[in-house]
């Protein structure tokens, strides 16, 4: 099949140097094909020092090291590529940046978060619905070689709980876990899947923990962690067995995510249903609305 002329919006990331390797770069070792990187428009944040402080190096590395075409605007970028990679580290832009891909009907895949309140991912969901193009957002971590191995695990049984953790620094741009607590909540609905009813949400200095409590009767809780030791996992309770999954360090968990954008791609069928997206946006709403409360809270609340 013919490869994919692919753009980029949003240069203030690490992730958008890396997937252009791995996609560009038919000799890194971890390459992934069926697309190349041919363009990109490099906004930023100005008000977000993580977002403005990094878009100047990323924009030269993309134009001198991958001769990438640099274009002035999202219409720009439109007219010469067939899929677009929203890679903003900024969820507050997500929604204005994806509004005219949509409306292109370019399939496009939307980086953690899919936006910075359940509200505006609401409104992503309705706008590519309406204009029938396929969307698909998620954290990498969901597609870890480490955690897709155990849940695919024949001998856990069904899943009867889920403790996850990941880090979960904070910036008021994006509030709660929107930020990066998002990772943790994409463990836990990766074997949890959707359908949690309630939670109650605590928040310290050096720490978020939630717990929600699913339509099953299923409890699952997520620890985002600021101080401390920091990593990505997962303790799992099956039917059969209990394990404990941390993430890998050996094969690069952004190549393991292309592998599921590609295909989306080429077929529109995201690996992750919108609904459950959407869900994973409202529990992390929820969780702010819980904190603020201070008592345990119904999804349902977070319209």
Known sequence: MEELKIGIIGFDTSHVPAFTRLLNDANDPFHVQGGRVVAGFPSFSPDLPSSSSRVEEYKKEMAEKWNIKIVSSIKELLKCVDAVLLESVDGRRHLKEAAPVLAAKKPLFID???????????????????????????????????????R?????????????????????????????????????????????????????????????????????????????????????????????????????IYAQLLKQIIPFFKTGRPPVSNEETLEIMQFMQAAILSEKKGKEVLLSEVK
């Open 112 to 150: 953690k978060p899919l936006a910075a309140s359940f509200k505006e991912a609401k409104k992503i969901i309705a706008l590519a619905a309406k204009n029938n193009t396929p969307v698909f957002s998620s954290s990498s971590l969901r597609f870890d070689h480490n955690i897709s191995a155990a």
């Open 152 to 252: 695919q695990d024949a001998e856990l049984g069904n899943i009867v709980g889920c403790d996850a953790f990941s880090p979960a620094s904070q910036d008021p741009t994006n509030p709660g876990l929107f930020w990066y607590g998002v990772h943790g909540a994409e463990i836990l609905y990766t074997f949890m899947g959707a359908g949690c009813k309630k939670l109650f949400s605590k928040k310290t200095e050096g720490a978020d923990f939630v717990t929600g409590e699913w339509e099953d009767g299923r409890i699952g809780t997520l620890r985002g962690t600021r101080k401390g030791m920091h990593s990505y996992g997962a303790r799992v309770f099956g039917e059969k067995k209990i394990v404990q999954v941390m993430y890998s360090t050996e094969i690069p």
